[in-house]
């Protein structure tokens, strides 16, 4: 009988083998995806009391555009009220922020390049900061550059990303940057270095003053001829990476002169 029970025994053990293995792998998966689950709901759960925290702790911004306007007659600036024109808009966005129509008003993944860069104390500009970060910087805070302003513009980004459409963001935006040498606003850039209006602008023009806006003094065409020349050939490049331009057409356009008034 011991006999027989050997002999049985190891086909048994041979037959269930791969039963019990499907099995293991089965619990496996059901733990992996309620492990999975498990992060996700915590995701959630801070983000949800992140954004209850900010909307605490964070002004309304539903008064951007009165604000844009004080700030607009206290430097004598004449708004800018018709729709951006598009090639403005192209240049500024594929050089400033090219998830700007989708995103929700930041950049997730440069938020969290920001914390990490202000937890571990790196340099340099880690935030990745999104046009509605950069208004918000120029509106309520002062242009100040401190952690705890930084976190308010994140705040007030997604606020004015909910409070109003991307076109009057653009339009208050353009309304509000410094282009250098004296010139806020747009319209007084476009006829301050071009003698034109700002539907007139051309692309070359148009790259000229999308690119002023990261650093209007250091760029300053009338200043600083080839770095202004050396910043519109990224522009270019970068119109050309979103599609608006084709690499041939930039690279014509990069060779041109800057064509000030």
């Known amino acids: 009988m011991s006999t027989v029970r050997a ?24 733990r992996g ?14 983000a949800a009391l992140a954004w209850a925290g900010l909307e605490l702790v964070v002004p309304s911004a539903a008064d951007a555009e009165a604000r844009t306007a004080q700030l607009a007659a206290s430097r004598g600036v004449v708004q800018f009220s018709d729709p951006t024109p598009p090639k403005v808009a192209d240049a500024l966005i594929a050089t400033e922020d090219a998830q700007f129509r989708t995103n929700i008003g930041i950049d997730p993944a440069g938020v969290l390049r920001w914390a990490r860069g202000t937890v571990t104390g790196a340099s340099g500009d880690t935030g990745g900061a999104t046009i509605e970060q950069q208004l918000a910087k120029m509106l309520y805070t002062g242009g100040r550059r401190q952690p705890v302003d930084q976190l308010e513009q994140v705040g007030l980004a997604l606020k004015l990303d909910t409070d109003f459409s991307k076109a ?24 301050g270095y071009f003698g ?22 250091a760029y300053d065409p009338t200043a600083h001829p080839a770095l202004a020349l050396s910043r519109r050939a990224h522009v270019l490049s970068r119109l050309a990476a979103t599609g608006s331009l084709t690499p041939e ?5 990069a060779a041109t002169p800057l064509g000030l008034r």
């Open 249 to 253: 057409q930039a690279s014509r356009l």
């Open 33 to 46: 995806t309620r492990a999975i689950a498990g992060l996700v709901l915590c995701v959630v759960v801070i």
């Open 168 to 191: 009057q963001i653009l339009r208050m935006y353009l309304d509000t940057a410094y282009f250098g040498h004296g010139y806020y606003g747009l319209a007084a850039a476009s006829e």
């Open 196 to 217: 034109t209006s700002p539907e007139h602008l051309d692309w070359q023009q148009a790259a000229l003053l999308a690119g002023l806006v990261q650093a209007p003094s």
């Open 7 to 30: 002999d049985v025994a190891p086909g048994r053990r041979n037959a269930a083998s791969p039963l019990a293995e499907r099995r293991r792998r089965a619990r496996r998966r059901r």
